[in-house]
């Protein structure tokens, strides 16, 4: 017993290593990060580096090494080009004018974040082969923690960073479910040397090449050895299946080719030259009320928080940016402590910052919907290459930019100050 405030993380994805990092920073905290894998390892291929993650991994001391790692950014400065499949016709490009040029987009391996989280945390707090699996509550107000292998521990907060099937989640909101959404993406890895060989295809592209009802094929350098080719599809639940489980289960390509049979012909070599591919079937729920429990002192992070499906392609940087806020949150309640339940008064802060930010994030979900119900409207006779059109110009305009360019710091300095008055 230390007298600190002593905290438990559960998962050490990059919301429970950037969470870590932060908390080290605080004296009056004492955590342990559990990890249900042997080691830390990366889900997936790709992962986009945007504004928001750049700041955060610099508050973290983690964009050094980030860096120095392989990745990719184009030379001529663009984020994203849009690419309708089948014709190949370029529809709209992206470019950053107003971001500072350390923060302009990248594209690395998702291995290459892990490592640069990795790289800048205390390690001596990591415990890994550590699988929680069940959680109760002592008369105290402290929580209570039992893993897999019998191992226990007693904690003042309870962080839940364990992703979007969180088990700290169905424990503080009993009620909440998490439902196969139909989509499910492919992905793989492809030689770049390969890449390169194919006629016509734009190598050093961040592209979407899109289909009608929301399908799309992602291609992209990661600035080393290796392409990434990402595939969104409409999949719903086949007779006979109850539901969808599977997460990086080997599949066959053909079963993310058959979605794309007419698509442009620099695509299809790339198909061709596909050694083996993943499956990856997306799950998501509704927004929480609140990303704190209500009968314990359990705060959630990460996909633990929102069950957003990777909608954004941007869930990394907003594990980051829950991680920054809970852990401002605790110095400020801590720092001022004119209360006697500093605790209570950081969750309540941290809850005020992110819950906001999530409804924000659920609405433009909820306009995607919109768009797709008013493109299935009966009377709407859209070619396939016209429905293309509209659904890059809704949904994939510059509209959505705040997302990626969203400064959690000024959000927090301003909403902490008005709670101090
Ligand atoms: C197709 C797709 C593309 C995406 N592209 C991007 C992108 O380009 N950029 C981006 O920023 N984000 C992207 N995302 C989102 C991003 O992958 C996630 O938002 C991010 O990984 C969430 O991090 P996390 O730490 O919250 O959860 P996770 O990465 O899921 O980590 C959770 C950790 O908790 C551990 N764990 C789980 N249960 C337990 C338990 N009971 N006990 C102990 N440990 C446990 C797991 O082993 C894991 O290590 C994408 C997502 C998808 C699906």
Request: contains cysteine.
């Amino acid at each position: 017993m230390t007298g600190k405030l002593r905290v438990a993380v559960i998962g050490a994805g990059p919301a429970g290593l950037a969470i870590a990092i932060e908390l080290k920073k605080l004296p009056f905290v004492e955590y342990t990060l559990y990890e249900r894998n042997d080691r830390i390892s990366e889900i997936g291929a790709g992962i986009s580096i945007q504004q928001t993650t750049w700041r955060m991994l610099e508050v973290m001391g983690a964009a050094e090494y980030l860096r120095d790692s392989t990745f990719h950014r184009p030379q001529d400065g663009h984020s994203v080009r849009h690419y309708s499949g089948r014709t190949g016709r370029l529809l709209s490009s992206r470019y950053q004018s107003t971001v500072p040029k350390e923060y302009l987009h990248a594209r690395c391996h998702r291995a290459e974040l892990q490592n640069a989280l990795l790289k800048a945390n205390d390690r001596s707090h990591i415990r890994t082969s550590k699988r929680l699996a069940n959680i109760s509550y002592l008369p105290s107000g402290r929580v209570r923690l039992q893993f897999a292998d019998g191992y226990m521990d007693e904690v003042d907060l309870l962080v839940g960073a364990d992703g979007i099937r969180s088990v700290v989640r169905s424990f503080a909101f009993p009620q909440h479910k998490i439902a196969y959404t139909e989509r499910t993406a492919y992905r793989t890895l492809v030689p770049i040397e390969e890449v390169r060989r194919i006629d016509g295809f734009p190598v050093d592209d961040v592209a979407f090449w899109h289909a009608p009802k929301g399908e799309w094929v992602y291609t992209c350098n990661l600035g080393g050895k290796d392409f990434e080719l990402t595939v969104m599809t409409h999949e719903p639940l086949t007779e006979g299946e109850q539901e969808r489980v599977s997460w990086g289960e080997p599949a066959k390509v053909s079963d993310m080719t058959r979605h794309f049979p007419n698509f442009f012909k620099p695509i299809q070599d790339l198909f061709a030259i596909t050694p083996d591919i993943k499956r990856y079937a997306a799950f998501s729920g509704s927004r929480l009320q609140t990303v704190v429990g209500e009968s314990a002192n359990i705060a959630l992070i990460g996909d633990a928080s929102h069950p957003l499906a990777g909608a954004f392609g941007a869930g990394a940087g907003f594990a980051l940016e829950d991680a920054y806020a809970l852990t401002q949150s605790l110095r400020w309640a801590y720092a001022r402590s004119k209360t006697s339940t500093p605790l209570a008064d950081a969750l309540r802060l941290f809850d005020r910052v992110r819950s906001p930010h999530y409804e924000k994030l659920y609405r433009v979900l909820d306009g995607f919907k919109e768009v797709a119900g008013n493109l299935a409207a009966p009377n709407l006779q859209l070619s396939a290459d016209e429905e293309v059109v509209v659904l890059v110009a809704m949904n994939w305009s510059q509209r959505h930019d705040w997302i990626y360019q969203y400064n959690i710091m000024q959000d927090f300095a301003e909403i902490a100050e008005r709670e101090g008055v």
